[in-house]
């Protein structure tokens, strides 16, 4: 009987403990599981480690974003130093503090044409960071039911299909995205987004302890060296990212923010 009443009440415990932290998490964000995942590049025998972290539910918003540099008017489309964000920063917006004539419709969609650095800017002054290549890869492997979906033809085949759209006028809100497992939402279908790391998106393996870099270009041949030929769209992220520099803004580039525990 004594036994019986230790087993129940540490059960309870336990069940009280995951209320409190899940009470705990920052308003729209999620806990991902950490754990390991193969990324499009690396080593069979050396999977990539992620470990548990937060991640905003949604990508930041027009209406987020324009909170953001009315309080911090060094970020504004007039007052933005160049080597922070090239001609197109925030080029829809009609004034610093204007999303501009479809506020309407747009509000509540990513903020795009933003640069990594005011990307950063904006997550560092929430108290977070943007998350690195590997989380967002790791998080973007999670299909509507499963954690890891590498193995589900049907939602790479989803995902390339967006892939293959052009954009649409206006952005949709960002609460009507696809929702995966860890109930993140349009980690596709919705908008590319920046990372912490997106200039060393070569690296292999766990960034800090590699001192070499896979050189291999993105041309014809250089899905040769991909572990996963059938992740098509994640070839099309480390190409996209590669591509980048940390001022450019691009018109279907936003951010989401994340937090490590």
């Given at each position: 009987?004594?036994?019986?009443?230790?087993?129940?009440?540490v059960?309870?415990?336990?069940?009280?403990?995951?209320?409190?932290?899940?009470?705990?998490?920052?308003?729209?964000?999620?806990?991902?599981?950490?754990?390991?995942?193969?990324?499009?590049y690396?080593?069979?025998?050396?999977?990539?480690?992620?470990?548990?972290?937060?991640?905003?539910?949604?990508?930041?918003?027009?209406?987020?974003?324009?909170?953001?540099?009315?309080?911090?008017?060094?970020?504004?489309?007039?007052?933005?130093?160049k080597?922070f964000?090239?001609?197109?920063?925030?080029?829809?917006?009609?004034?610093?503090?204007?999303?501009?004539?479809?506020?309407?419709?747009?509000?509540?969609?990513?903020?795009?044409?933003?640069?990594?650095?005011?990307?950063?800017?904006?997550?560092?002054?929430?108290?977070?960071?943007?998350?690195?290549?590997?989380?967002?890869?790791?998080?973007a492997?999670?299909?509507?039911?499963?954690?890891?979906?590498?193995?589900?033809?049907?939602?790479?085949?989803?995902?390339?299909?967006?892939?293959?759209?052009?954009?649409?006028?206006?952005?949709?809100?960002?609460?009507?995205?696809?929702?995966?497992?860890?109930?993140?939402?349009?980690?596709i279908?919705?908008?590319?987004?920046?990372?912490?790391?997106?200039?060393?998106?070569?690296?292999?393996?766990?960034?800090?302890a590699?001192?070499?870099?896979?050189?291999?270009?993105?041309?014809?041949?250089?899905?040769?060296?991909?572990?996963?030929?059938?992740?098509?769209?994640?070839?099309?992220?480390?190409?996209?990212?590669?591509?980048l520099?940390?001022?450019?803004?691009?018109?279907?580039?936003?951010?989401?923010?994340?937090?490590?525990?």
């Amino acid at each position: 009987m004594m036994l019986h009443r230790l087993l129940l009440f540490v059960l309870l415990v336990g069940v009280c403990g995951n209320v409190q932290a899940q009470k705990s998490l920052p308003k729209n964000m999620v806990n991902v599981k950490g754990g390991t995942f193969v990324p499009l590049y690396g080593n069979d025998s050396i999977p990539v480690k992620v470990k548990t972290f937060l991640m905003d539910v949604y990508p930041v918003t027009n209406t987020e974003y324009l909170a953001f540099v009315n309080k911090y008017p060094k970020w504004r489309k007039s007052a933005v130093k160049k080597i922070f964000a090239d001609e197109s920063y925030l080029k829809n917006w009609t004034a610093d503090l204007n999303i501009g004539p479809n506020a309407a419709k747009i509000q509540n969609s990513p903020v795009v044409n933003v640069s990594w650095f005011s990307a950063k800017a904006y997550c560092e002054c929430q108290g977070k960071r943007l998350a690195t290549v590997e989380e967002w890869e790791y998080a973007a492997l999670a299909s509507e039911t499963k954690a890891n979906a590498a193995n589900d033809d049907k939602f790479y085949q989803r995902s390339i299909e967006w892939y293959s759209k052009p954009n649409p006028t206006y952005l949709p809100p960002v609460k009507e995205s696809f929702r995966n497992y860890y109930g993140l939402h349009g980690m596709i279908g919705l908008v590319w987004e920046w990372t912490q790391n997106f200039n060393s998106a070569m690296v292999v393996g766990e960034s800090r302890a590699d001192v070499t870099m896979d050189r291999q270009l993105f041309c014809g041949s250089g899905s040769d060296g991909a572990k996963d030929v059938k992740n098509y769209v994640a070839f099309m992220r480390y190409a996209f990212r590669s591509s980048l520099k940390a001022n450019y803004t691009v018109a279907n580039l936003g951010f989401r923010c994340a937090k490590s525990i």
